[in-house]
Structure formats: structure tokens, C-alpha cells
């Protein structure tokens, strides 16, 4: 019989825009890591927390709060594009985002969210 491990954790690599991209995501019993580095190191680590307000029927909104790195808004902004799909998907789980990027352009976000999409875990 095969047991679960108790914290599942998938990684992916990618040439992103001419730049060796790594993801890893991890799932834990209450929340999700990602990173994602074009460093080879954690970088800022941003915490993506959703709340579901009572009167509103729709999707739950996301607080970001940057825990360690620059709190620029920039950040507050590729946190919430690349990871929000990720609470969502998992069950409204809180998501710890850790970003080190080079690239910081549309396109790269767009298939920086997909390296995300192949790791998934949740």
C-alpha cells in the first residue's frame, strides 16, 4: 500500500525570455509555497491571504503583505498575477509567494503563471 507524503512538492525548469527559470511548489495542511527564482535564491517572500466577505457573492478578495524583501507595489502586483488562481484552485488556501525575478515583463509573467500551472500540487 502507498502511503501520501506528508508534504508533496513538485519543481519545474524553463528557459523564460532567454532566462533559466526555476519553480517550486509545495503543499502544505494550511497553505501553499511557491517559488519562483531567476536567482537561484528565495528573494522577496510575500504573503497572499484571502478573505471571504459575507455580502459578497463573488470570488474572495487577497491581501498581500510582504514579509521579507522590498514592499514595493510592483510586488503586491506580480504576487497577485501569478499566484491568485492557485488560492483559488486549492480551496481559498493562503499562498507564501517567494519572488526573485529578472524578467518582469507581460509576457514573462504570462508564461511564469503556466510554469506555475505544470507544478501544481494543490
Known sequence: METKPVVESKQAEEVI?????????????DLI????????????LVS???H????????????TRVLLGSD??????????????VSQESGNKP????LALKDKSIEGV???KELIRRCQVW
Open 110 to 112: 504570462k508564461a511564469l
Open 48 to 50: 497572499m491571504t484571502p
Open 17 to 29: 525570455r532567454a532566462i533559466p527559470t526555476q519553480v517550486v511548489c509545495t503543499a502544505f495542511s
Open 95 to 98: 499562498v507564501l509567494l517567494a
Open 72 to 85: 514595493e507595489p510592483l510586488v503586491h502586483v506580480f504576487a497577485k498575477n501569478l499566484v491568485t488562481f
Open 33 to 44: 509555497l511557491v517559488v519562483v527564482t531567476q536567482y537561484g535564491k528565495m528573494g522577496t
Open 52 to 63: 471571504i466577505v459575507s455580502t459578497d457573492v463573488g470570488k474572495p478578495t487577497l491581501t
